[in-house]
């Protein structure tokens, strides 16, 4: 975190700070094995603006997704995730190698890492995951009327992965 700037020798180390923190101390001392340091800052600037040009807001909404679910683990796999147009489509083996459902029908759950919101699995399809990299289960869940979001809405979707079998209606 960037500390307050006090007097010009704090600034000069906040400037420092900066660049350190947002990695651009990082990318200066790669381009400096390529070029002389005024073509570095230039080019820096160019590679900068081009990454701001080319976000892609599916990986963004991925990104936000697993820090709300609290899954930072999943943080390092989404920034490096690819993956071709094949991988999306369904597997020819389907539903031979798919894994079974680990919910059914009726099942009482709710999304793990939050106390926010439960309901009944009412539904599942098959679907590609991006932020897995992988094909897997989603369900359709109809939340309880005393969940959170039952103000705004019936019901909503998760990943097989973000749920878990809920024990007892939650408290309030």
């Known amino acids: ?78 920034i490096t995730q690819k993956f071709s147009p094949s991988f999306v489509d369904l597997p020819e083996d389907f539903p031979n190698t798919a894994k079974t459902p680990r919910f059914l029908y009726g099942d009482k759950l709710r999304w793990i890492g939050c106390d926010t919101d439960w309901g009944t699995a009412i539904g599942r399809f098959y679907s590609f995951a991006p932020h897995l990299c992988c094909w897997t289960w989603c369900y359709l869940i109809w939340l309880s009327k005393d969940s959170p979001s039952a103000a705004w809405t019936y019901a909503d979707i998760a990943w097989e992965e973000d749920l878990e079998p809920l024990e007892a209606e939650p408290m309030l």
């Open 1 to 78: 975190m960037l500390k307050p700037v006090c007097h010009k020798t704090d600034k000069y180390r906040g400037y420092q700070q900066a660049l350190d923190d947002f990695g651009i101390a990082e990318l200066l001392a790669k381009l400096s094995n390529y070029c002389e340091q005024q073509e570095q800052e230039s080019l820096a600037a160019l590679l900068i603006s081009q990454l701001t040009h080319s976000i892609d807001a599916e990986l963004i909404a991925n990104y936000l997704s697993a820090i709300a679910l609290n899954r930072q683990d999943l943080l390092p796999r989404l």
